[in-house]
Each structure stands twice: as C-alpha cells, then as structure tokens.
C-alpha cells in the first residue's frame, strides 16, 4: 500500500480559493490512480475528483466541475486539488485516496486513504 499525508485545508471565505496536497510514499506512485472524496458531518464520503496514474484521464464531480482541479506530479509524488470559488456546501473533511491501477470514482476501489483535512467555508 501507499501511505498519503494530505495538508492544506484551514478557514476560508466564501468565493476564496485553497490548494490541498497529498504526499505519497511507499509503492511507486506513478502506478495509482489518485482521488480527492470529502465528508461533511452526517453524511457519506462523496467523490470530488479523480485522476489517472499518467494525468491523462480525469474525472470531477458535478458539484465541482469548473471550480476544482485535480493535478499530480509523480517526480514529486504529490497530488494537488485546486479549489477555487469556494462555497460554504464545500466544508467538510477532505480526503486523498489512492487506487492500484485504473481510474475510478467510486470510493470502495481506493485501498489507501489519507487521515483527511478539514475545509470550513464562511459565508
């Protein structure tokens, strides 16, 4: 398995933006899939964002399309989520998650999560 340290998450206002990490290590990174789920209280973990070992496919949740982006570097062994336009619907406790092999966005194929990071957006 891969072990995933995500930072970045804190208090931000509503329509400002904050750029999450997730450093890997162990098993070579460039062999997963990389994905961003987040959990508000009371709810289920959802997908945000998903992207393949190579950067070439990438998946985003409705909710998100056209505010996230999902990058990595694999020299780096870090996966990025860029949010921008932030909403206060956005708080919760955001999560990076890796996947041997294919893309996905369901949450159950991720065997390796991070400890998550907590997003709180004000209005």
């Known amino acids: 398995q891969v072990q995933l340290v995500e930072s970045g998450g804190g208090l931000v206002q509503a329509g400002g933006s904050l750029r999450l990490s997730c450093a890997a290590s162990?098993?070579?990174?460039?062999?997963?899939?990389m994905g961003w789920f987040r959990q508000a209280p009371g709810k289920e973990r959802q997908f945000v964002a998903a992207?393949?070992?190579?950067?070439?496919?990438?998946y985003y949740a409705d909710s998100v399309k056209g505010r996230f982006t999902i990058s990595r570097d694999n020299a780096k062994k870090t996966v990025y989520l860029q949010m921008n336009s932030l909403k206060p619907e956005d708080t919760a406790v955001y999560y990076c998650?890796?996947?041997?092999?294919?893309?996905?966005?369901?949450?159950?194929?991720?065997?390796?999560w991070g400890q998550g990071t907590q997003i709180t957006v004000s209005s």
């Open positions: 992207i393949s070992w190579s950067g070439a496919t990438i």
């Open positions: 162990g098993r070579p990174f460039s062999s997963y899939a």
């Open positions: 998650a890796a996947k041997y092999g294919s893309t996905s966005d369901a949450p159950q194929s991720f065997g390796s």
